[in-house]
């Protein structure tokens, strides 16, 4: 796991084993940004959903596959992302894709260097929006 920001949490992907020590940690969300089916050694998104839930954590699905990013995925990031009341815990296959859609969805609330340095502080690159992310 890579912190982000005292809000957000990145990591690759976890296991339903994983949720109780997610919840011990303070997260009260989950967002899954890994399509189903690309592993077969990936746990499905209704296995890590239902461990979720049974921990007491909200699971939220905002899958980012071959298509790319979309305007209603940094939409829906960045809603579950305010709506939190507490931490969030956002995997993937390796934190990139959860780290681009946190960033994105930052765009116009902070500096574009900002969010940068926060995702490179994770070790994540997200230099290539810094376009983007100068939007609002």
Not at 6 to 23: F, G, L, R, W
Not at 106 to 135: R, T
Request: glycine share 8%; hydrophobic share 35%.
């Amino acid at each position: 796991m890579k912190r982000i920001n005292d809000h957000v949490s990145v990591s690759p992907q976890i296991s339903p084993e994983d949720i109780p020590a997610i919840k011990a940690q303070g997260f009260v969300a989950i967002i899954n940004n890994r399509p189903d089916g690309e592993s077969p050694d990936q746990p499905s998104g209704a296995t890590i959903e239902q461990a979720a839930h049974a921990a007491g954590l909200a699971y939220h699905f905002i899958p980012l596959g071959r298509e790319g990013v979309s305007p209603e995925m940094v939409a829906e990031t960045k809603e579950v992302l305010e709506g939190s009341t507490g931490p969030v815990f956002c995997y993937c296959r390796s934190g990139t894709r959860s780290t681009t859609l946190w960033a994105l969805s930052q765009a116009g609330k902070a500096p574009a260097s900002e969010i940068i340095s926060a995702a490179a502080h994770a070790g994540y690159d997200m230099s290539h929006l810094a376009g983007h992310l100068s939007q609002k």
